[in-house]
């Protein structure tokens, strides 16, 4: 059956957010102990955003690796994961093919450019059905669902809770925002984003395509959107 729009729910996130990156910034530029500096906390939230907006734009980023977002994901593409789960400094625990069968309707996701058009959709719809026939089939012979998980598609439908630290989410938006990125993990990724700004707004400035936060772009085939780095 295809599956609509991915859906991304934040589950975990820092309440001393601000605090935790403050301290941090605070201890590599200050004599004061890191104990001392965060048991005499008396700066206002705009004074600790100016510092770590300070540290931040002078590219010293392991302040920001001491807090963790967690995400809880469903309804996206295995294709889409193959492509999460290619960053580093990330945690990922993904619906397993091995120990979970696909036992009633087959669930994937149709891309939108596929689904534009309904007759190719349509066909789309009808090999997916034909995967999940000769799946069931498979299993009904005794066959076991590490193996028969052999023919599932890239468009089949998957789960996966992700958690990284704010470098890494910062990267992640960087690079997966950019419009050259494929519309289902940049849409995953600006849901992702999103949420995120909805708890620190201050965020939202970082949380862009890379030419954005570069000023020009870096990419072999430009999009328009900014210059290139060569001009």
């Not at 100016?50 to 593409?77: C, D, M, P, R, W």
């Not at 890494?168 to 950019?178: M, P, S």
Request: hydrophobic share 35%; charged share 25%.
């Amino acid at each position: 059956m295809p599956k609509k729009s991915v859906e991304v729910e934040l589950i975990s996130f820092p309440e001393n957010l601000l605090d935790t990156i403050y301290v941090a910034c605070r201890t590599c530029y200050s004599p004061q102990g890191a104990i001392e500096i965060y048991n005499n906390l008396n700066a206002t939230d705009e004074q600790k955003l100016s510092l770590i907006e300070k540290v931040i734009s002078s590219g010293h980023y392991s302040t920001i690796e001491h807090v963790q977002v967690t995400f809880a994901i469903n309804n996206i593409s295995r294709a889409a994961t193959h492509q999460l789960v290619r960053h580093r400094h990330a945690s990922f625990s993904q619906k397993s093919q091995r120990y979970v069968k696909e036992k009633a309707e087959f669930d994937y996701c149709m891309p939108t450019s596929i689904e534009a058009n309904k007759a190719l959709a349509a066909k789309f719809q009808k090999h997916m059905e034909d995967t999940h026939h000769l799946y069931l089939e498979l299993i009904a012979q005794g066959i076991k669902a590490e193996d028969a998980r052999a023919i599932l598609p890239n468009a089949a439908a998957s789960s996966i809770v992700v958690s990284m630290n704010l470098r890494e989410l910062i990267h992640l938006a960087n690079l997966r925002l950019c419009t050259r990125a494929q519309y289902e993990i940049r849409l995953t990724v600006r849901k992702m984003c999103t949420l995120v700004e909805e708890k620190a707004p201050w965020l939202a400035n970082h949380l862009v395509p890379k030419c954005e936060r570069l000023g020009y772009c870096d990419e072999d085939n430009s999009c328009g959107k900014m210059p290139k780095k060569n001009g």
